[in-house]
């Protein structure tokens, strides 16, 4: 099974964020790697739990990035979120009652999780960012006048 790999494509120009994005790579792999291995359901339990602590540690961080810069999507962002999170309750849930979760499954699911969300809402977000970093207007510089010689 392959494993996701970070690219620049997937950078936002938000250092914090991308940083985030590839911790939560990293732990995604984890959780390929031992489903393609055979782990444990447990083993397998434990690594989606990190996957949605960390989740929810990002997207706390990016709902508050969206909210100090007055990001005008969101409300459709965040509910993304929450559709994600949904998700991986799901594969907990489901890897409890001891239903089978399939290594494919799964890999589509944080491949299309993580890499359609970067490329597509986070994308969003950082272009809106950079558009208002680059439209803030510079000061205007105070040109002295001259006396009145009335």
Request: proline share 5%; charged share 35%.
């Amino acid at each position: 099974m392959h494993q996701l790999k970070w690219n620049k494509e997937l950078s936002v120009d938000v250092p914090l964020i991308d940083d985030q994005h590839k911790e939560l790579i990293r732990i995604a792999n984890g959780l390929i790697k031992g489903i393609s291995r055979g782990c444990t359901p447990n083993t397998i339990n434990n690594v989606l739990g990190k996957l949605r602590e960390y989740t929810v540690f990002h997207f706390n961080s990016e709902e508050k990035l969206m909210e100090e810069v007055r990001y005008p999507d969101r409300g459709e962002h965040e509910i993304e979120h929450r559709r994600l999170k949904t998700s991986v309750k799901d594969f907990q849930r489901r890897i409890y009652k001891k239903k089978e979760v399939s290594p494919k499954e799964v890999f589509d699911f944080l491949k299309e999780w993580l890499l359609t969300h970067i490329l597509s809402y986070d994308i969003d977000l950082a272009n809106f960012i950079r558009d208002k970093r680059s439209n803030k207007t510079e000061p205007a510089e105070e040109t002295a006048t001259p006396p009145d010689n009335d």
